[in-house]
């Protein structure tokens, strides 16, 4: 699992989303943890600030969770920072079109602590073994 | 400076669009011959005829030959959107009775078995319900169960202090879900969702309402979409204030579904139109 210390971006244009997961990763142990609006102010963030966990939502305007996804996999600086959408939709093209841009995990809404806990375990998982390859 | 063809071919998933747009020459009419083997190419056909008031003879002959070529694949070819003018054109020159005819894409859809006709029938309204089931128990805890089905008349009105609107939208059909709460079932539902205690509706858990909307609506959307319905993406809105009624904006029926819940009351209502 990701240390408890790793700075953490949380990323949604809805409060109350933003507020249930940073209070999960309070439960969870992690006390760094940031919050941005939408894809754009996270980008800002990103590139200001040393992540080293993204959990951000799809679906927002401006810039959705996924140009966002493409714009940090793009930059090398931050092409292996793990990162983990979350999403009420999963269809399966839009879950493959999420693998094929990077993300290391992918939650669907409604989730609950254990199975957010869960995904985060497998993206950390999966992050180890691509930085190790 | 080349000219702009008076024809678009649009493939889809299982079909092909066929516009023909301005006028129809003779020689942009060799062209679209040229394209008859590319458009008949194994999938459903719908020629839209918008704006077209008569079609030369040239260019039905390379229509036709689309058609032959599509019967021995068994697919169909459709005329879509064929104004009153065109259709005497067609029976005057005896086409009326070779070509098949549909309103518009949606029903073209349905004819060649590519889409299932959109009515607020169970199918439709199931998924919405259960996922309302669902997402209040996973991320709220609160189990609810789900009343008889109404069909909301033009008099009836639904009163609640927060309601949370999102648009249904797909290629051939529209609507809205709309799930209202009184103030007592919101704040509860909330609470719950964010493990503090809420007593008044602020901004700072407004677009709860708005979470919730948008994790029902994208939860019955993975179901439907599997059924081929084609819904798209769409970002929920909040309406607050004491005691408001929303109307559709569809003129289609509107479906009413109160919901009990260990939270209190609330409805959802769905509403769909062509």
């Given at each position: 699992?990701f240390d408890?210390?790793?700075k953490?971006?949380?990323?949604?244009d809805?409060?109350?989303?933003?507020?249930?997961?940073?209070?999960?990763?309070?439960?969870?142990?992690?006390?760094?943890?940031?919050?941005?609006?939408?894809?754009?102010?996270?980008?800002?963030?990103?590139q200001?600030?040393?992540?080293?966990?993204?959990?951000?939502?799809w679906?927002?305007?401006?810039?959705?969770?996924?140009?966002?996804l493409?714009?940090?996999r793009?930059?090398e600086?931050?092409?292996?920072t793990?990162f983990?959408?979350?999403?009420?939709?999963?269809e399966?093209?839009?879950?493959?079109?999420?693998i094929?841009?990077?993300?290391?995990q992918?939650?669907?809404?409604?989730?609950?602590r254990?199975?957010?806990?869960?995904k985060l375990?497998?993206?950390?998982?999966?992050?180890?073994?691509?930085?190790?390859? | 400076?080349?000219?702009?063809?008076?024809?678009?071919?649009?493939?889809?998933e299982?079909?092909?669009?066929?516009?023909?747009?301005g006028?129809l020459?003779?020689?942009?009419g060799k062209?679209?011959?040229?394209?008859?083997d590319?458009?008949a190419?194994?999938?459903?056909?719908?020629?839209?005829?918008?704006?077209?008031?008569?079609?030369p003879?040239?260019?039905l002959?390379?229509v036709?030959?689309?058609?032959?070529?599509?019967?021995?694949?068994?697919?169909c070819?459709r005329?879509?959107?064929?104004?009153?003018?065109?259709?005497?054109?067609?029976?005057?020159?005896?086409?009326?009775?070779?070509f098949?005819?549909?309103?518009?894409?949606r029903?073209?859809?349905?004819?060649?078995?590519?889409?299932?006709?959109?009515t607020?029938?169970?199918?439709?309204?199931?998924?919405?319900?259960?996922a309302?089931?669902h997402?209040?128990?996973?991320?709220?805890?609160?189990?609810a169960?789900?009343?008889q089905?109404q069909?909301?008349?033009?008099?009836?009105?639904?009163?609640?202090?927060?309601?949370?609107?999102?648009?249904?939208v797909?290629?051939?059909?529209h609507g809205?879900?709309?799930i209202?709460?009184?103030?007592?079932?919101?704040?509860?539902?909330v609470?719950?969702?964010l493990?503090?205690t809420?007593?008044?509706?602020?901004?700072?858990?407004l677009?709860?309402a708005?979470?919730?909307?948008n994790?029902?609506?994208g939860q019955?959307?993975?179901?439907?979409?599997?059924?081929?319905?084609?819904?798209?993406?769409?970002?929920?809105?909040?309406?607050?204030g004491?005691?408001?009624?929303?109307?559709?904006?569809?003129?289609g029926p509107?479906?009413?579904v109160?919901?009990?819940?260990?939270?209190?009351?609330?409805?959802?209502?769905?509403?769909?139109s062509d």
């Amino acid at each position: 699992m990701f240390d408890v210390k790793t700075k953490v971006l949380v990323v949604d244009d809805m409060l109350t989303m933003r507020k249930i997961v940073t209070k999960i990763m309070r439960e969870l142990g992690f006390t760094d943890i940031h919050e941005a609006l939408d894809g754009e102010e996270a980008w800002a963030k990103v590139q200001a600030g040393n992540y080293g966990l993204i959990i951000s939502d799809w679906n927002m305007p401006k810039c959705t969770g996924l140009d966002f996804l493409k714009k940090v996999r793009a930059d090398e600086k931050y092409a292996k920072t793990p990162f983990v959408l979350v999403t009420a939709e999963a269809e399966s093209h839009q879950v493959a079109e999420a693998i094929k841009s990077g993300v290391d995990q992918y939650v669907v809404k409604p989730f609950s602590r254990d199975s957010l806990k869960m995904k985060l375990e497998s993206a950390h998982k999966k992050c180890a073994t691509r930085i190790s390859a | 400076m080349k000219e702009a063809l008076p024809f678009i071919i649009e493939k889809h998933e299982g079909y092909t669009v066929v516009s023909l747009r301005g006028e129809l020459d003779y020689h942009s009419g060799k062209t679209f011959d040229e394209h008859v083997d590319e458009i008949a190419a194994g999938v459903h056909v719908m020629v839209d005829c918008e704006g077209q008031a008569h079609i030369p003879k040239d260019w039905l002959r390379s229509v036709l030959r689309i058609q032959l070529t599509l019967k021995k694949d068994q697919k169909c070819m459709r005329l879509i959107k064929v104004s009153s003018a065109l259709m005497n054109y067609l029976k005057k020159e005896g086409f009326d009775t070779t070509f098949k005819f549909a309103k518009d894409l949606r029903e073209a859809k349905v004819d060649a078995g590519l889409a299932t006709k959109r009515t607020l029938d169970t199918e439709f309204i199931n998924p919405f319900l259960t996922a309302t089931l669902h997402v209040l128990k996973v991320q709220a805890q609160i189990d609810a169960r789900a009343g008889q089905v109404q069909i909301k008349k033009a008099s009836d009105s639904i009163f609640g202090d927060v309601s949370g609107v999102i648009g249904i939208v797909s290629e051939s059909f529209h609507g809205s879900v709309v799930i209202t709460f009184p103030e007592a079932t919101f704040l509860k539902i909330v609470s719950n969702m964010l493990g503090e205690t809420y007593t008044e509706i602020s901004k700072d858990i407004l677009d709860g309402a708005g979470e919730l909307t948008n994790m029902i609506f994208g939860q019955a959307k993975i179901v439907l979409n599997e059924k081929g319905y084609g819904i798209q993406t769409a970002i929920p809105s909040v309406v607050s204030g004491k005691n408001h009624s929303l109307s559709a904006m569809t003129k289609g029926p509107v479906v009413v579904v109160p919901f009990e819940s260990q939270a209190g009351n609330f409805f959802v209502e769905i509403c769909l139109s062509d």
